[in-house]
């Protein structure tokens, strides 16, 4: 058996995460599926229905467009519809000049409906320190921009029955301040107070507000992690918006191999049933999706099985086949950018193309930079775990002396398989390299180590990248091939990944780039990305 047909067989399996699998699924039977419904990066998530469709937002920080809108039927396939900004100009740093914003960005975004209108409010979490208000009446559609507030931290908005307007935010003590009734702005002489202190048992991160209102009574969801226990779940309760709320513990579960799952909001669906969507930090993948069944107690709604924990499975008969389009192949072939794709920081939209070739994506420099983190027009897309792997088909011929393009698994400490051009010849090199940022998240340093560099023996090349995300693991895998069917391994030790909390905050990422470090102008085709 040849490495490709072995990497085709075990395809099917690798897919499966993706899918929810589920089996049987809808036509009126019982439909079970697995946790975590999505095994990719998925924090801060805020999750709205509206009708019988539920619609999500969560954090993608410096990657560009941002703020992506999922859209689901059942609260376990996901695809994703679009985005709410396609960039953020506040700083030249969002364009990678004068610095970069790693971990900056699109942080914990809002997700409300009123009137037949969406809202989102979310703030970067970097200068000018302020928050951003958007709206639409189509969430795949374009979103406008309604009003630019002062900075609220982890925030949650809130429409009262009243017609009123809220916003829940900060970390330790949770504040709550009224707003213009059309999001406009802050409201003068409107509410500004803490609303929740923690206890003397919060001794650690309390952050993370998602407020909703059922039955007359308030409930803000945040996040605990008391020192020397476990991150939990904490929801709050009150009978007037204002307070006192009364504090309880409604999950506090490790899960799957990982210590703890906890951050995320409570909806409910058409049949009545209550859900809590929770994400857990696995590692170098990031931040996955799990589904928790919601039982209310006594006006408190406690998440997970009879026993309190993340179940493995969860069974209903509205739950369907199809999968969470959030990580998909792409053969560049309709000339239209898929929505699965994220630049690194601000594009420059006038260096890429998928008509100047049709059928690839053309990336050509436009400037000369040192390194990876420093390049424009990097293009990216999630990883997904337990196991998976991806492959690029890259047209290296339009390169010139000083380019370096190639295929990465993309994270603060990132793994490279490259191709490299100097007055020799073209290289394929296997090497990684390591980000240091200063405090405003710029790049300061890059330690990089090469350990593999052969002759390339054409300019057509596909390079794959094989990850394993399973507990203990956060391993990568490098290959190279000249026919698309014949593979070879080029790292002798798996590239650890690593999700740092400092630095990017997010799990690692495929990601295709070509940069010049001597003269622009160079170029590279790619002609399909594929998820094996």
């Known amino acids: ?37 999505i095994w990719a990066d998925v ?13 999500m ?31 953020l100009e506040d ?16 942080w914990a975004t809002s997700l409300r409906w009123r009137d037949g209108m969406y809202y989102v409010l979310f703030s970067p979490n970097d200068e000018p320190y302020r928050s951003y208000v958007y709206k639409t009446d189509d969430p795949s559609g374009q979103w406008e921009l309604v009003s630019r507030m002062p900075h609220f931290h982890d925030a949650s908005l809130l429409f009262d029955d009243d017609g009123r307007a809220y916003v829940f935010y900060s970390g330790g003590d949770i504040r ?20 929740i202190h923690p206890d003397i048992e919060e001794t650690g991160l309390h952050e993370g507000s998602r407020v909703i209102k059922h039955d007359g009574q308030y409930y803000a969801f945040v996040i605990s992690w008391p020192a020397g226990k476990p991150r939990r779940q904490l929801c709050y309760r009150a009978d007037s918006i204002t307070g006192p709320y009364e504090k309880f513990v409604v999950l506090e579960s490790e899960f799957g191999g990982f210590p703890y799952v906890g951050q995320g909001c409570l909806v409910d669906d058409m049949s009545g049933d209550w859900w809590g969507v929770i994400f857990q930090d696995r590692g170098g993948v990031g931040r996955v999706l799990t589904l928790n069944p919601c039982t209310w107690k006594d006006g408190v709604p406690y998440l997970g099985d009879k026993d ?16 969470s389009g959030i990580a998909e192949s792409d053969e560049f072939s309709d000339g239209r950018k898929s929505e699965l794709w994220q630049w690194n920081h601000n594009p420059l939209d006038s260096v890429w193309s998928l008509t100047e070739r049709p059928g690839y994506l053309r990336l050509t420099t436009s400037r000369v930079v040192p390194d990876l983190f420093q390049a424009p027009n990097t293009i990216s897309q999630r990883m997904y775990g337990p196991t998976g792997s991806a492959s690029v088909s890259l047209d290296t011929e339009g390169m010139r002396r000083g380019d370096v393009a190639g295929f990465a698994a993309f994270n603060g400490d990132s793994g490279m398989l490259s191709v490299k051009k100097d007055d020799r010849g073209k290289w394929l090199v296997y090497e990684t390299s390591s980000v240091s940022l200063d405090e405003g998240h710029s790049v300061s340093g890059v330690a990089s180590k090469e350990y593999v560099r052969l ?12 990850t394993d995300f399973n507990p203990g693991k956060d391993l990568a895998d490098f290959y190279y091939s000249y026919d698309g069917c014949d593979w070879i391994k080029i790292n002798e030790e798996p590239f650890n990944m690593v999700f740092d909390y400092r630095r990017f905050f997010m799990g690692t990422r495929y990601a295709i780039y070509n940069y010049s470090t001597e003269e622009a102008g160079g170029y590279v085709d790619i002609d399909w990305f594929r998820l094996d």
């Open 1 to 37: 058996m040849t490495i490709d047909t072995l990497f085709r067989n075990i395809a099917v399996l690798l897919a499966l995460p993706l899918m929810a699998n589920a089996a049987p699924c809808g036509g009126g039977r019982m439909s079970e599926v697995a946790n975590p419904v």
């Open 43 to 55: 924090p801060d998530p805020d999750v709205i229905r509206v009708d019988s469709d539920f619609y």
């Open 57 to 87: 937002v969560s954090t993608t920080m410096h990657l560009m467009p941002g703020c992506p809108v999922m859209k689901s039927r059942d609260l376990v396939n996901w695809k994703t519809v679009g985005y709410v900004f396609d960039r």
């Open 91 to 106: 700083t030249p740093r969002y364009d990678l000049i004068g610095g970069t914003v790693y971990g900056k960005g699109q």
């Open 176 to 195: 709550l301040r009224e707003l213009e009734p059309d999001l406009s702005g802050v409201k003068e002489g409107g509410i500004d107070c803490v609303v």
């Open 308 to 323: 309190g924990k993340v179940p493995a499975s969860l069974v209903k008969e509205t739950f369907q086949c199809g999968g």
């Open 455 to 466: 002759p390339l023996e054409s300019d057509m090349v596909f390079l794959r990248i094989s």
